[in-house]
């Protein structure tokens, strides 16, 4: 069995005989028929271990909340799509743009690049838990009529949120990437770009683009633009599209770093009207971090800013050289998942990535609960 940590004991690690427990208030209040558990990543590239962890413990805690309550669950992977892929500046206004990975690749290389880095190792986890999952993609959620019109809703509210969603400027980014075939530049920052409602289904927005100038976009329930909306403006819209529930409860599994921001939205979603009972459950999961305490970067070593932690390995940053197959690669994460949702003093912490390395390299040996 994966060896494990010593865990110092925490305020809510105290308050809990099981990790699970911390969703059982929103669980009880309104029994849900089925339950959700809704995981989010950035498609910019392989994944690292901490998107791998987060990923395996939303299958793991399905399997606890279906066995503890008797729910039907699913995960749900959202694969945001709308990352920036390439980033420039306009050397006239000083600006900065970016074209996304929805815009730069299409449709059909975005499909396969989900399929080959993501859709192996859920099958993978699928099948070991039997819990159900399905992908969708930012470009899909964004396209749906309930996103959109739940955007909509919101526009003529959003004055009482903006501070919330954009602390240092009140200016939520919007960007409509330019329509012009093979463009799709948008302005980073949405300085310039402008949106009003023309009536309850319609906004029209104006934006400048980097190489055509200015331009006019319409945005409807079924159709019309692109609609890509920052991080914590994104989430908003996301989470008040799933605010009344018919029955199914939405669980936002996120690592430990989204902490600090996910206080934002909910102090937004109460500005625009809803209540605490409203606002969605929430899973934070063990941030993977370096010997300085800092969120392990992919990026920031790549770039050479950071050095690799003592103790990780390269397959830590791009799971595709993990030494093994992508079963046994599940095996170990589930070993791992097992280990820390075995006591709550070891889910609600944070862990060196040469702790992560040490555990997912153990002999892999499943503990089943006892009942």
Known sequence: MTPHPVSPNTVLANALHHTE????PRILATPPERIVLVVGTQINGAPHIGTSLVQS?????????RDRFGSPTEVLFSALDNAPYELTTDPVSGHRYQRA?????????????????????????????????RIETYSQQQAGEHFRRTWLRLLPRLDAARWWLAPSTGNPHLRVPCPHPGCGWAEKHAERIRVHLTDRETAQVAAVCLHHGPYQATITPTGGAYLD???????????????????????????GDWVFGSHLVDEALQA??????QL?????????????????????IREGRAPLPEGADDWML?????PGTIAEYAEQLLATTDTLLSDPRHFFRAYSAAEIGRMMTAPATRSVPAP
Not at 239 to 254: A, I, R, W
Request: hydrophobic share 45%; with cysteine.
């Open 318 to 322: 791009d799971t595709r050289q993990w």
């Open 21 to 24: 427990d911390v969703l059982t």
């Open 57 to 65: 413990l939303a299958f793991a805690m399905a399997a606890r909340l």
């Open 229 to 255: 909306l920052a991080t914590l403006y994104r989430n908003a819209v996301k989470e008040l599209s799933v605010s009344n529930p018919h029955g199914t409860l939405h669980v936002m599994v996120k690592g």
């Open 101 to 133: 990975y929805a815009q730069a690749l299409g449709h059909e290389a975005l499909t396969d690049l989900v399929t080959a880095l993501y859709q192996p190792l859920f099958t993978a986890l699928s099948r070991h838990l039997g819990i159900p999952h």
């Open 280 to 300: 969605p459950a929430r899973l934070f999961c063990p941030q993977v971090v370096t010997d300085t305490g800092a969120k392990l970067s992919k990026s920031l």
């Open 272 to 277: 625009v009207g809803l209540t605490r009972a």
